[in-house]
């Protein structure tokens, strides 16, 4: 089992005749993904051919849909255009939109969000899942790669994985390439994004082959003190932390967009005590939370 990919996704690309788009939909072949198609207006008609593999681009994602049957776009467009790739797959009505680029916009971001939670079918759920922007994408092991993330860090096993950082996400899975992962997913550390770890730690939750999760937070905003809050009320599998910018100095400015602190509020400790007061276990480095995971994992 897995989190919303698996080896019977059938994923095309946006942006697949870039730079970008060019070097990752090799890697994502080579992970074993199904590529089905990619997305370029300019270049609709022609084919891209990688290995062995011939690939058709489409003039549109509503086009690609038609003729693949796909049901998952990566995104690998820059910033300025990104808006208009997103809100083109999520009124095509594709079920998870994956989206790689840094830089785009907040209010850009904020206004795909908007459209993608009104989009809903005759039940009232959202039709499109929008994972990023500014992140490293998804990975089912031995299954499915969406993204960037090398794909020999690690193998399947029963450890979901949800992370604002990519950086520290490869780092988890190589610290944990012992235990394997069911899926690992980069959610991205922009103000605004698509999929939060409250989602991904109800959907790890759902999942009876994950038998264990790590949530890997940053300083900034409140979003782990909320999922504390949610595992608390939710959670009945052992999750373990780690909050990134321990070591932060006191009114420095950071990195990341979304590592905004104000007084005590989006402070690695106020977000480590939050998560401890709802059962989790936060390690002070990588290391050191995935030496807690193998620890509650082997309880089990």
């Not at 905004?260 to 480095?285: F, R």
Request: glycine fraction near 14%; include cysteine; proline fraction near 4%.
């Amino acid at each position: 089992m897995s989190i919303y990919l698996n080896k019977d996704s059938k994923v095309i690309v946006q942006g697949i005749t870039g730079g970008e788009g060019t070097k990752h939909t090799a890697l994502m072949l080579k992970a074993g993904t199904n590529i089905v198609g990619g997305v370029n207006a300019r270049k609709a008609g022609t084919t891209v051919l990688h290995g062995d593999a011939e690939i058709n681009v489409y003039g549109t994602v509503k086009e690609a849909m038609a003729e693949t049957g796909a049901d998952v776009s990566i995104v690998f467009v820059p910033p300025a255009f990104t808006k208009n790739a997103v809100v083109e797959a999520i009124e095509a009505g594709i079920g998870l939109v994956v989206v790689i680029t840094e830089g785009v916009p907040v209010q850009d971001s904020a206004e795909f969000w908007a459209l993608a939670q009104s989009t809903v079918d005759a039940d009232g759920n959202q039709v499109t899942r929008i994972i990023g922007p500014n992140c490293p994408g998804i990975i089912t092991p031995g299954e499915a790669l969406v993204g960037i993330t090398p794909n020999n860090i690690t193998g399947k096993g029963p450890i979901g994985l949800v992370s604002k950082s990519g950086t520290l996400t490869y780092q988890m899975m190589y610290e944990l390439r012992d235990l394997g992962f069911s899926t690992a997913i980069g959610i991205g550390g922009d103000p605004v994004i698509g999929t939060t770890h409250i989602d991904a730690l109800a959907a790890f939750e759902a999942d009876p082959e994950t038998k264990a999760i790590v949530m890997i937070g940053e300083i900034g905003g409140d979003a782990e003190e909320r999922a504390a809050e949610f595992i608390k009320a939710n959670v009945t599998k052992p999750v373990v932390g780690y909050v990134a910018g321990f070591t932060a100095p006191e009114g420095k400015t950071m990195g990341h967009a979304g590592a905004i602190v104000s007084g005590s509020a989006g402070t690695a400790q106020a977000k480590k005590e939050a998560l401890e007061a709802a059962g989790v276990k936060v390690g002070k480095t990588p290391s050191e939370t995935a030496t807690l995971l193998r620890e509650v994992y082997a309880a089990l």
